[in-house]
């Protein structure tokens, strides 16, 4: 007598492996609803953050802030580093920008942190969040964050007066600046096909050396990464946080977060 299996040789492995796909689209559907549910915690809660219109690292910030959809739960608020803003003492001894406060009071700094806690509140990570692919993007966002440093310190040394400038530090800080642009010229092609923060770091250190630096020309020196700037910065989240020249008290224009 023809047993089932005889009567049916392929559809077993067949409806095993239909048995899987389906376990696998549950249990993925599950832990969609889960991140779900756990964002609908969030959906009421206003979070604050001080920042300045011109700090890199701000910017850094607020983009993750526009590729998570999370403007309906934040209150950006600028802040005038030159005067006493007694929301951000209170809540950064630094007295720094980016400063997130919670909605619960508590406060959250520097920009690697406060990106990191915004990317973890919603799905589709910005930061994987295991694994090499994790380690790799961070080491993107430390890079471009220390090329951020040392054009900062560019900026700033070269705000003194001409007899008090340091040549010997500037040329520290260009050489600084170059290598880490070859660096990225060179490696450009393994960013991820995704947007992750590596992106978002690179953006917004890009566009400081053009507002602070324009007459550095550095797309003439990294041309594989001027055409991916002139394509990424056509995302939303490039345009809407562009800085902008503001006139503070004070002859520096914004604070730093490193």
């Known amino acids: 007598m023809a047993t089932r299996q005889g009567l049916f040789p392929c559809r077993q492995p067949e409806m095993r492996a239909q048995h899987r796909?389906?376990?696998?689209?549950?249990?993925?559907?599950?832990?969609q609803r889960r991140r779900q549910r756990n964002w609908k915690q969030h959906e009421d809660r206003i979070m604050k953050l001080l920042y300045s219109n011109t700090s890199p690292y701000s910017r850094k910030v607020r983009m993750v802030i526009h590729e998570k959809g999370l403007q309906q739960v934040i209150t950006s608020v600028a802040c005038n580093p030159f005067e006493e803003?007694?929301?951000?003492?209170?809540?950064?001894?630094?007295?720094?920008?980016?400063?997130?406060i919670l909605d619960d009071g508590a406060s959250l700094y520097d920009?690697?942190?406060?990106?990191?806690?915004?990317?973890a509140l919603t799905p589709g990570r910005l930061i994987p969040e295991s694994g090499r692919e994790r380690w790799d993007i961070l080491r993107w966002e430390a890079l471009c964050d220390g090329m951020l440093d040392a054009t900062y310190n560019i900026v700033m040394e070269q705000r003194r007066?001409?007899?008090?400038?340091?040549?010997?530090?500037?040329?520290?800080?260009?050489?600084?600046?170059?290598?880490?642009l070859d660096h990225i010229e060179s490696s450009i092609d393994m960013l991820p096909n995704q947007v992750t923060l590596a992106q978002l770091?690179?953006?917004?250190?890009?566009?400081?050396?053009?507002?602070?630096?324009?007459?550095?020309?550095?797309?003439s020196r990294c041309p594989a990464l001027a055409a991916w700037d002139g394509e990424f910065s056509a995302r939303d989240a490039m345009q809407n946080t562009r800085p902008e020249h503001v006139h503070w008290a004070q002859p520096t224009g914004e604070s730093t977060d490193a």
Do not use: H
């Open 161 to 180: 007066d001409a007899q008090e400038q340091s040549a010997d530090w500037i040329g520290q800080w260009k050489s600084q600046v170059g290598r880490s």
């Open 85 to 100: 803003v007694p929301d951000l003492e209170a809540a950064n001894p630094l007295g720094k920008v980016p400063t997130l």
């Open 21 to 31: 796909i389906s376990g696998t689209a549950r249990i993925m559907a599950a832990s």
């Open 111 to 119: 920009s690697p942190v406060i990106c990191a806690y915004l990317d």
């Open 201 to 219: 770091a690179l953006g917004a250190a890009l566009g400081y050396l053009d507002f602070r630096l324009p007459d550095l020309d550095w797309r």
